[in-house]
């Protein structure tokens, strides 16, 4: 459904990816996994075309979007929901008037219709009372759940999450995975999770991927990862624990 071959991105003279080829499969939850900067962030950019590779091709269910204007991106990225990591959310807009914001900008919904489709995704994410409530006010857990509410009100066949868990406690962080699962049964939806939360990535993934200098280092199911002897990876599943 996605794929990325051969990508090479350079910032600030750094090489983030470098050669990095990758392909995620329609109605799997792939899991990112690699230490804070090693480019997982940028990779998701080069997927919904928010970055241009330098080298290499970006193609999305056969379409190579690697050259589009923001033109011709639109289309492509009423394709995907996009989860920030720190939620994104507008902090001078109720938890409603935020997730509404997609739909204000990209659709031609009257007040009736876009009020459903609000509530229809509060209630998958179980902020059906708080949509009045502003972002200022919500804890880190329902901030998230916000943010993931806005990112699947269009209804994306493609959901990336950037850190969902990040900065949550584990109690917490467990109930975001729980939603992450639910929803890819729910609306059968392809997902990407970044994540350097091991614990997180063995509970949602059906296939994980290491990322190290720039390239895919180990990718396989997370059984693979459970039982490897790659030192690299042994030393990252072993310290998340």
């Keep these: 459904m996605i794929e990325l071959d051969r990508v090479?991105?350079?910032?600030?003279?750094?090489?983030?990816?470098?050669?990095?080829?990758?392909?995620?499969?329609?109605?799997?939850?792939?899991?990112?996994?690699?230490?804070?900067g090693t480019g997982k962030s940028v990779m998701l950019k080069h997927m919904v075309g928010l970055m241009k590779p330098d080298a290499g091709r970006v193609r999305v269910a056969g379409e190579d979007i690697s050259d589009y204007t923001e033109r011709e991106l639109e289309p492509v990225r009423r394709r995907y929901g996009y989860c920030f990591q720190?939620?994104?959310?507008?902090?001078?807009?109720?938890?409603?008037?935020?997730?509404?914001?997609?739909?204000?900008?990209?659709?031609?919904?009257?007040?009736?219709?876009?009020?459903?489709?609000?509530?229809?995704?509060?209630?998958?994410?179980?902020l059906e009372?708080?949509?009045?409530?502003?972002?200022?006010?919500?804890?880190?857990?329902?901030?998230k759940r916000a943010g993931l509410a806005r990112a699947i009100?269009?209804?994306?066949?493609?959901?990336?999450?950037?850190?969902?868990?990040?900065?949550?406690?584990?109690?917490?962080?467990?109930?975001?995975d729980e939603l992450i699962l639910d929803l890819r049964d729910r609306l059968k939806v392809t997902s990407v999770v970044v994540t350097h939360d091991i614990a997180s990535a063995f509970r949602v993934g059906t296939r994980l991927a290491m990322l190290h200098r720039g390239r895919i280092h180990l990718e396989g199911p997370p059984e693979l990862f459970r039982t490897t002897h790659d030192a690299l990876v042994r030393q990252f599943v072993d310290g998340g624990r």
């Design 8 to 36: 090479v991105k350079t910032l600030g003279g750094k090489t983030v990816l470098d050669g990095l080829s990758l392909t995620v499969r329609e109605g799997e939850t792939l899991v990112i996994l690699g230490g804070s």
């Design 86 to 126: 720190g939620a994104a959310l507008l902090n001078s807009l109720s938890v409603f008037e935020n997730v509404a914001l997609p739909l204000r900008e990209h659709e031609d919904l009257d007040r009736e219709e876009l009020g459903a489709r609000v509530r229809e995704v509060l209630r998958l994410v179980g």
């Design 129 to 143: 009372d708080a949509e009045q409530k502003m972002p200022a006010v919500l804890s880190g857990g329902m901030r």
């Design 153 to 176: 009100v269009r209804r994306p066949q493609i959901v990336l999450y950037d850190e969902p868990t990040a900065g949550l406690d584990p109690v917490i962080s467990r109930t975001i």
